[in-house]
Every structure is written in C-alpha cells, then in structure tokens.
C-alpha cells in the first residue's frame, strides 16, 4: 500500500529565510502525481506545487520549489525568503491514477518576525 | 467564481442523529471526494466519485454514506453519527482531462457528536 510520510511535526525559521520540508513516500508504481498542499489558520486547503513522476525536472513556482528524487522516494518543498504569511500546516500528497489521494500527516510552519 | 461549497461549516449534534453535508461545486469536475482531517493523522479519504453513480470507498468508509445523482453534488451522509465521527470534513473536487489535475476544495465543515 502506498504510504507518505512526513517525519517534520512542526518547524520554525526566520523571516526572509530558507526552509525545506521533508516527505517521503513509498510506492511500487513508476507514474504517479506528488502534491504540496498549504492550509493556513483559515483551514482552505490551497495548492502550493505539484510535480508529476515522469518529468526528470524539479518544480518551481516562484519561492516554492521541490527536490524530487525519485529513486530515494523523496519529495521536499523548499520555501524562499519566507514571509510572515507562509505561515500553516503543509501537506504532501501523493496520487497515481485512480484518483485514490495519499496525504502526508502535516508539518505545521511557524514563521518568526 | 470558481468553487467547491460545503454546507454546513460548522455542526453540533448528538449521536445517532442522521445528518447530511452538502458539497457542490460549480466547475463541470467529473471527480468528486470526502476528506477528514484530525490531528496527527492528515487527511484520510472517505470515498470519491469518478462521474454520476460512480462512487467507490477510501481508506475510512465505515459509518458514512455517499450518493451522486448529479454531477455537481456529492453529499456525505452519517446515519447513525457517533463521537469518533467528530472531525474536520473536506470535500474536493477536479476534473478528469489527461493528467491528474490538482483537486478544488471545499473551506471545510467541523462536525462535532457529543
């Protein structure tokens, strides 16, 4: 069974900083879907990146971007000059085909003035 | 305005009293699901739906109930509601084109069963 792990709780880290959640997954399949998915106080579930197997290519969408590595089953989202408003819990998500979503416990981010 | 709605956003019942939570979504999206959220555990599927009168089960079925008659409803029905029932629900929603496309969600509905 697939299964997504995220081992990071909670994490911290400074204003205009760097940070990088962890995920890992595990899967016997060779295409599927990962997802970030951000959820402020506010409780809407807002999609951060997504990052399809196949592409060799790491995703980027402005200060987020992933390291996937495929063959290690790692999926980590990195967060550039973090803002105050970055602020929220964040959810890896993994998909492959029969739209059954796998989502990751969470790592809640603080953000420190 | 594109958008999954979820009625109500917040519930305080009894158990044993059935109980409905709406979902629509405006955007013709043949995929349809149900989430809860609790602590420490993310989100866990509860069924989904690929079109009309297709539903299948997640990963926590027990104790609910789905229906689509229409494409752009998926109700999640309770029954016989009980205390481990009490959670955060989402439901989401996306459509089926080539790819897996990144699902819509709902702003959430915190039932809670005394």
């Known amino acids: 069974a697939q299964t997504v792990t995220q081992s990071q709780p909670e994490m911290s880290v400074q204003e205009a900083e760097t940070v990088t959640l962890s995920c890992t997954y595990d899967?016997?399949?060779?295409?599927?879907?990962l997802f970030w998915y951000k959820q402020p106080p506010s409780r809407q579930m807002i999609l951060v990146i997504r990052?399809?197997?196949?592409?060799?290519q790491n995703a980027t969408e402005n200060r987020f971007s992933v390291n996937f590595q495929k063959a290690a089953k790692s999926f980590s989202l990195k967060i550039s000059d973090s803002q105050l408003g970055d602020a929220a819990m964040y959810f890896c998500?993994?998909?492959?085909?029969?739209?059954?979503?796998?989502f990751g416990t969470g790592t809640r981010l603080k953000v420190l003035a | 305005e594109a958008q999954v709605t979820q009625n109500p956003r917040y519930l305080i019942t009894v158990t044993g009293k059935k109980l409905t939570v709406t979902c629509s979504q405006n955007m013709n999206h043949e995929y349809m699901s149900w989430y809860r959220q609790d602590p420490g555990l993310g989100l866990r599927q509860i069924y989904y739906s690929m079109n009309v009168e297709v539903t299948d089960k997640g990963d926590v079925p027990e104790g609910y109930k789905v229906s689509r008659k229409e494409k752009r409803n998926f109700p999640l029905i309770l029954e016989s509601p009980s205390p481990n029932q009490t959670s955060l629900y989402f439901c989401a929603s996306a459509p089926l084109r080539e790819g897996n496309q990144p699902q819509h969600f709902g702003d959430g509905t915190r039932l809670s069963i005394l």
């Open positions: 998500a993994y998909i492959r085909g029969t739209y059954k979503y796998i």
């Open positions: 990052q399809e197997a196949y592409k060799q």
């Open positions: 899967t016997s399949e060779s295409d599927y879907y």
